[in-house]
């Protein structure tokens, strides 16, 4: 680490302390993430880190979410988790054919911290460091109008970007169909620069052996090109943490 980094992570905690929170119990690999998302400016890093720990309090009061709290969703059998790609990255993959937008947006709230947080723990070996990063597949094969939930898809995204940032190392949208392109276009329009970036469409043979190569074929599901099995993401049990 830098000095400059030192300073901007030092600056950092006591802007924090300063919005009457604490760092306490987070090292610097999680503050970096949040001053990276926030261009190294330590005040509004500060602002966004103590925005995240009033949301995580009031959304995650027991620091997750169980499996009971959102059964319509895991029902759908539509979220797979497959292990680790070749940079150590956890692989989830949505498959939009099975998703249907929801009545109850509490529960699918919940559902995609849910999701986002059993992915993210599924990379700790023992023990978080704070930087780990996810792949994620959103494979939209076979949708129909009845799949598009373009609110849905907004939800979450936002929450990557304001609660998750620096969570998402590349997201791969996979047969996408041209009814889907407009819906495309407008859910862009509410996501950062920085998270667009990590984003390919993959449209051809080109696209999809870089993709594959990147993801490795050892935890890639047979359907896309590589070797193993889907696994849907209730059928995934992490060991408990260090303490």
């Given amino acids: 680490m830098d000095g400059n980094q030192e300073i901007a992570l030092t600056q950092m905690r006591k802007s924090v302390e300063k919005l009457g929170s604490s760092t306490g119990k987070y090292g ?9 998302a926030r261009s190294m400016d330590s005040d509004k890093a500060a602002k966004m880190f103590v925005q995240w720990q009033k949301w995580r309090a009031s959304l995650v009061p027991n620091g997750f979410i169980a499996d009971f709290e959102v ?8 979220i797979y988790l497959q292990g680790l790609s070749k940079n150590g990255c956890p692989l989830l993959i949505v498959k939009a054919s099975k998703h249907f937008p929801s009545k109850d947006q509490p529960q699918f709230k919940k559902f995609v911290v849910h999701l986002l947080d059993k992915t993210i723990a599924s990379s700790f070996k023992g023990r978080e460091i704070g930087n780990e990063k996810l792949i994620g597949i959103l494979d939209l094969q076979n949708i129909t109008y009845k799949n598009i939930d373009a609110r849905g898809l907004i939800t979450g995204f936002q929450f990557l970007q304001a609660y998750y940032p620096e969570r998402l190392a590349k997201c791969y949208i996979l047969h996408m169909p041209w009814f889907f392109v407009s819906v495309w276009r407008m859910v862009s329009r509410f996501l ?51 303490g």
């Fill in 28 to 36: 610097d690999p999680t503050l970096m993430r949040f001053l990276i």
């Fill in 192 to 242: 950062e620069k920085a998270t667009l970036e990590k984003i390919v469409i993959v449209t051809n043979d080109d696209e999809r052996s870089s993709f594959i190569q990147e993801v490795g074929d050892e935890v890639l599901p047979e359907v896309y090109g590589g070797r193993s099995k889907l696994v849907p993401i209730q059928d995934v049990v992490l060991d408990p943490l260090e």
């Fill in 71 to 78: 059964p319509d969703e895991l029902d759908a059998k539509k």
